[in-house]
């Protein structure tokens, strides 16, 4: 195991310590570790329908995320 996967390893939380809505930047963290970015998340929103986890909020001006709709959401991903 190199020493890059160790180190992510120890960094990422499990995945029943990530909160039940979370922010673009937590997401990215859920979906990808360290290897993804906000960006990315940004694409799948465009492209893969990953928008249909977003919990829009008044008066709000970032998106929530809503944990099990993205759970639901990689269940239904055959690709991955």
């Known amino acids: 195991m190199s020493e890059f996967s160790q ?3 120890t960094v990422r939380p499990p995945d029943e310590n990530f909160p039940q809505v ?3 930047l937590t997401v990215s963290w859920y979906l990808f ?3 993804g970015s ?3 998340v940004n694409k799948l929103i465009e492209y893969a329908g990953f928008g249909k986890t977003i919990l829009e909020l008044p008066d709000h001006s970032t998106n929530r ?3 099990v709709k993205i759970d639901e959401w990689l269940a239904n991903q055959k690709e991955w």
């Open 7 to 9: 180190w992510y390893k």
């Open 22 to 24: 979370m922010n673009k």
């Open 33 to 35: 570790g360290n290897g």
């Open 38 to 40: 906000q960006s990315t």
């Open 65 to 67: 995320f809503i944990k």
